[in-house]
């Protein structure tokens, strides 16, 4: 019943933008941290950002400070990242992730999204 869903992804071209949104469901959204990951393959998933329950605190992998802002609405249950300055080293799948209570990492999760392909060309 739980379900994540990405929208957003797509082609930019190098120094672009693009904003991936992640609507969830099936859950009491304010009672979730949320996050995102991305993978490539032949490479591990890795942490990109994370909001708090009420979004009073973000966190961010160090590649993309500045770069990429993470947000959340929870009367519209969906958490955002604003991408901005986009390199083609961001090139990934980005998941939506969510934990209950504090902030998802790669081996704590409860519930991930599908997945939304994010191409940067140079």
């Known amino acids: 019943q739980v379900q994540l869903v990405e929208s957003g992804g797509g082609l930019a071209q190098a120094g672009g933008s693009l904003r991936l949104s992640c609507a969830a469901s099936g859950l009491t959204f304010k009672n979730y941290a949320m996050g995102w990951f991305r993978q490539v393959p032949g490479k591990e998933r890795e942490f990109v950002s994370a909001?708090?329950?009420?979004?009073?605190?973000?966190y961010y992998k160090d590649s993309v400070k500045g770069r990429f802002t993470i947000s959340r609405d929870n009367a519209e249950n969906t958490v955002y990242l604003q991408m901005n300055s986009l390199k083609p080293e961001d090139t990934a799948v980005y998941y939506c992730?969510?934990?209950?209570?504090?902030?998802?990492?790669?081996?704590?999760?409860?519930?991930w999204g599908q997945g939304t392909q994010v191409t940067v060309s140079s």
């Open positions: 909001v708090t329950r009420f979004g009073s605190g973000t």
């Open positions: 992730a969510a934990r209950f209570g504090i902030p998802p990492n790669t081996a704590n999760t409860d519930y």
